[in-house]
T-cell receptor, first 115, second 112 residues
Framework: DGGITQSPKYLFRKEGQNVTLSCEQNLNHDAMYWYRQDPGQGLRLIYYSQIVNDFQKGDIAEGYSVSREKKESFPLTVTSAQKNPTAFYLC??????????????FGPGTRLTVT | GQNIDQPTEMTATEGAIVQINCTYQTSGFNGLFWYQQHAGEAPTFLSYNVLDGLEEKGRFSSFLSRSKGYSYLLLKELQMKDSASYLCAVRDLAAAGNKLTFGGGTRVLVKP
């Protein structure tokens, strides 16, 4: 079955530690995205990548880093510089805009709690 | 930049109809998406509008007016499982790639 996987579903860390969230897709999509969602709010874009070995900052990139070494994978590192890291993190992928409506498909999310 | 507004919460009765409005301001509109998100889960795609008019998909319909910067999602014959948040998202021509900007979401509560 094609889809997007994120692991783990729940993650707990102590303040001051970096943590990496994984995102893998087998949909053969070129573009991948990371969003953050806080309780009762919409999605805010952290980073996105349109092609392997290239990525751009979204609206709230400070305190986060990403890599895109393979088409299937787009891991997100939440660094100790991120002031409020506790949130629900969603990964998404899509075909490029020129290939259809370009709708984004989402993974199941990782709920990160930092204490 | 973009500004997307939708109501925070709506309540409706099972079997009824609910209309969720979304207004947006963008320098170069290039498509509007509606997603459904159950609590703690991933958003799932509902509809896409890029031209004016109504798109119907079973119990769900979505309408777009580009000149008014306005869309609505219509949910008919409401079922308890429709209790969820509904997210409006807009794509801008100027946005690199396929970037979407999301509204804050509308939480719909369906009561028996």
């Amino acid at each position: 079955d094609g889809g997007i996987t994120q692991s783990p579903k729940y993650l707990f860390r102590k303040e001051g530690q970096n943590v990496t969230l994984s995102c893998e897709q087998n949909l053969n999509h070129d573009a991948m995205y990371w969003y953050r969602q806080d309780p009762g709010q919409g999605l805010r874009l952290i980073y996105y990548s349109q092609i392997v070995n290239d990525f751009q900052k979204g609206d709230i990139a400070e305190g986060y880093s990403v890599s895109r070494e393979k088409k299937e994978s787009f891991p997100l590192t939440v660094t100790s510089a991120q002031k409020n890291p506790t949130a629900f993190y969603l990964c998404a992928s899509s075909m490029t805009r020129l290939a259809g409506d370009g709708k984004q498909y989402f993974g199941p999310g990782t709920r990160l709690t930092v204490t | 930049g973009q500004n997307i507004d939708q109501p925070t919460e709506m309540t409706a009765t099972e079997g009824a109809i609910v209309q969720i409005n979304c207004t947006y301001q963008t320098s170069g509109f290039n498509g509007l998406f509606w997603y459904q998100q159950h609590a703690g889960e991933a958003p799932t795609f509902l509809s896409y509008n890029v031209l004016d008019g109504l798109e119907e998909k079973g119990r769900f319909s979505s309408f777009l007016s580009r000149s008014k910067g306005y869309s609505y999602l219509l949910l008919k014959e409401l079922q308890m499982k429709d209790s969820a948040s509904y997210l409006c998202a807009v794509r801008d021509l100027a946005a690199a790639g396929n970037k979407l900007t999301f509204g804050g979401g509308t939480r719909v509560l369906v009561k028996p």
